[in-house]
């Protein structure tokens, strides 16, 4: 890895493609597809010594980050098949302790890396803390999915599946510290009631939006249209953009995104009856399997706000 204080410097990986497209590591082909992991981490450093490295993942370019200052790392979202955890421990161990673990929303493909990292506390947004606290039905369903690909596709998981025995909820705020990195968390519903976003050292981490792979993946229509004009104010404000799936962004690569983004949700919202609606044509990734029908399910979820 290449490293030096005061200056941002670069080893830049190259996306692996459009996501679904070959077999990962460990298992098969989900439901989108998946791609071999694109070899070792890429790395910025930034002007306080805070090193940003990313792993992708094999299965849907899942992006694990590691963010590390003075030996103390915050491991973001690790994931996903058992030889990917253990080269996330491994630079870890290379770069000093986990301090912490943070999942940016509950999804399966996001959280079931905690186990490699088992020392380590877990922080996640307080919607999602307080749904595994009272066994709430989605984040037993998340698990449920994981446990259903790893059954599918053959992947073992040796400390199974299930949720870290605490968990941390995180509310929004202008100022966070964990372990010494001082981090904005902000509540981002919209692809899930429990999204999570974090600015660290002009890095902006948002879970499952902004993805240069895919067209977004809906639950509330309004509440994701108000996460991405939020982002649309905040990209500015960053020098880059790591999405949950796919390529680092610049900070205009993600501005161009959030603002396509808004525009097609708008036009989802403005439609009014379900032909319309599926005429919209999608901001981008036509090409990738299973995007017309995550369009149609857009579509499902704006139509519930069109009477409104």
């Known amino acids: 890895m290449v490293s030096r204080e005061g200056a941002a410097t670069w080893r830049v990986r190259q996306p692996c493609g459009s996501r679904p497209c070959a077999p990962g590591l460990d298992g098969g082909i989900g439901q989108h597809g998946a791609v071999p992991m694109c070899g070792d981490l890429g790395q910025r450093t930034y002007a306080r ?47 000093g302790r986990a301090a912490a673990v943070i999942f940016t929303h509950g999804h399966w493909d996001h959280v079931m890396g905690h186990a490699a990292l088992p020392d380590a506390p877990v922080y996640v947004s ?3 803390a307080g749904a595994v606290a009272r066994d709430d ?13 790893d059954s599918r596709w053959y992947v073992p998981r040796p400390s199974g599946h299930r949720w870290p025995t605490a968990l941390h909820g995180l509310t929004e705020a202008d100022h966070t510290e964990l372990a010494g990195l001082a981090l904005r968390t902000l509540h981002l519903p919209g692809h899930s009631p429990d999204g999570l976003g974090l600015v660290i050292d002009d890095v902006l981490l948002v879970g499952d939006y902004l993805s240069p792979c895919e ?44 603002r396509a983004d808004l525009d097609y949700l708008d036009r989802l919202l403005a439609a009014r009856d379900l ?26 979820a704006a139509a519930v706000h069109w009477d409104r």
């Open 49 to 95: 010594g805070v090193q940003v490295e990313t792993l992708q993942s094999g299965i849907w370019q899942t992006n694990s980050t590691i963010v590390s200052q003075r030996g103390a790392c915050l491991v973001i979202d690790p994931a996903y098949f058992p030889r990917e955890l253990d080269a996330i421990a491994a630079r870890v161990r290379e770069l």
């Open 126 to 128: 307080a919607d999602l």
């Open 137 to 149: 039905p989605r984040a037993a369903k998340y698990l449920e999915d994981a446990r259903a690909f």
């Open 215 to 258: 067209i977004p993946f809906v639950e509330d229509a309004r509440a994701y249209r108000a996460t991405l004009a939020r982002l649309v104010d905040l990209v500015p404000g960053v020098r880059e953009v790591i999405p949950g799936h796919g390529p680092r962004l610049t900070a205009r690569e993600a501005a161009a995104i959030a």
């Open 275 to 300: 032909t319309t609606a599926l005429g919209i044509p999608l901001p981008r990734a036509g090409d990738v399997a299973g995007m017309a029908d995550h369009h149609r399910d857009n579509c499902t």
